[in-house]
């Protein structure tokens, strides 16, 4: 079992910063990739970012493009998702997710442990 517990979520205006980050902890060794996904109300659970935990390799959603970066501390088993000029449009339940197996990077059904999600809020 991995434990992913997400948090620095909150209240922002457009235009300002978040950084997320997502502890791991149990059986840490047994994922090799971490995923941030996002939901919106009403909307399917949407991939945001993706990073290797041994090469770093990222890939991301071209809605975050050039404004989301995501990283990692292997030392503390944790990701991070930094968010610039946040948009009302980037409001959404951000969650972590880890990555035991397969190649499937881009959807939910890719990755096998769920923190329990953080809610951002983007006002105009």
């Known amino acids: 079992q991995v434990h992913l517990v997400e948090s620095g979520g909150g209240l922002v205006q457009a235009g300002d910063s978040l950084r997320l980050s997502c502890a791991a902890s149990g059986r840490t060794f047994s994922s090799y990739a971490m995923g941030w996904f996002r939901q919106a109300p009403g909307k399917d659970r949407r991939f945001v970012a993706t990073?290797?935990?041994?090469?770093?390799?990222?890939s991301y959603a071209d809605s975050v493009k050039g404004r989301f970066t995501i990283s990692r501390d292997n030392a503390k088993n944790t990701v991070y998702l930094q968010m610039n000029s946040l948009k009302p449009e980037d409001t959404a339940v951000y969650y972590c997710?880890?990555?035991?197996?397969?190649?499937?990077?881009?959807?939910?059904?890719?990755?096998?442990?769920w923190g329990q999600g953080t809610q951002v809020t983007v006002s105009s």
């Open positions: 997710a880890a990555k035991t197996s397969g190649t499937v990077y881009f959807y939910p059904r890719g990755y096998d442990y």
């Open positions: 990073i290797n935990w041994s090469d770093g390799s990222t």
